[in-house]
Each structure stands twice: as C-alpha cells, then as structure tokens.
C-alpha cells in the first residue's frame, strides 16, 4: 500500500527555518509529480510547490523564500526548505504524489492520487 509520511514540522519565530520531510513507500513514484499543499485553519488546502517533469514550481507566496527537492534513489523522498518564515506561513503541510507528471496538472488538486496525513507548521510573531 503506498503512503507518504511527512515530518519536520515545528513551532519557529518569524524569520526562521525549518526543513520538511516527506518520505514515501509501497510504490514507486519516480514519473510522479510531487508537491507540497497547506492548509490553514479554516481555509482550503492550497498549492506551495511542485517538482513536476518540466522542473519546480512555486506559489508567488513563497517564491525565493522556500526550495523544494526530491530524491528518486530507492524510494522517492521529497524535501522542503522553508526560510523566512512568517506568521502567514502556519499552516498544516501536506505532501503529494500526481500521476500526471507534466503540464499544469500539479495545480489540480483533485489529481493528486495520494496524500500525506500532514504536519503542523506555527511561526510566532
């Protein structure tokens, strides 16, 4: 059974960094595009970052502040380097795995075939 399992998540202060982990077993997704989604309280879940076939992608929220990376050795791992944090990034973060691995599919929320149970981002001001 695939699953993907998050982690680094933390509480930080504004200004700060912290470097998610999405680790994933039970399949392959090497031709998957993988991503990261938040959530905050109250909201929908919405795009941060993507690394698809045609390269990375970023909301313009977090552009240049925040890196995304995989590892397709053995089992897929995805990365994401947060820094300069700010309150506006606390969220629930999710990690994602889209058969669809080019175009613009990876904005599609609803392609996405797996999901991450997430994990918990808070900056303090």
């Known amino acids: 059974q695939a699953q993907l399992a998050e982690s680094g998540g933390g509480l930080v202060q504004a200004g700060g960094s912290l470097r998610l982990s999405c680790i994933t077993s039970?399949?392959?997704?090497?031709?998957?595009?993988m991503a990261w989604w938040r959530q905050a309280p109250g909201k929908e879940r919405t795009f941060v970052a993507a690394?698809?076939?045609?390269?990375?992608?970023y909301s313009n929220s977090v552009k240049g502040r925040f890196t995304i990376s995989r590892d397709n050795n053995q089992n897929t791992a995805l990365y994401l380097q947060m820094d300069r944090l700010g309150p506006e990034d606390t969220a629930v973060y999710f990690c994602?795995?889209?058969?669809?691995?080019?175009?613009?599919?990876?904005?599609?929320?609803?392609?996405?075939?797996?999901w991450g149970q997430g994990t918990q981002v808070t900056v303090s001001s």
């Open positions: 994602g795995a889209n058969p669809y691995y080019g175009g613009n599919y990876y904005l599609d929320k609803e392609k996405y075939q797996y």
């Open positions: 690394i698809n076939r045609d390269g990375k992608k």
């Open positions: 039970g399949r392959a997704f090497g031709p998957y595009a």
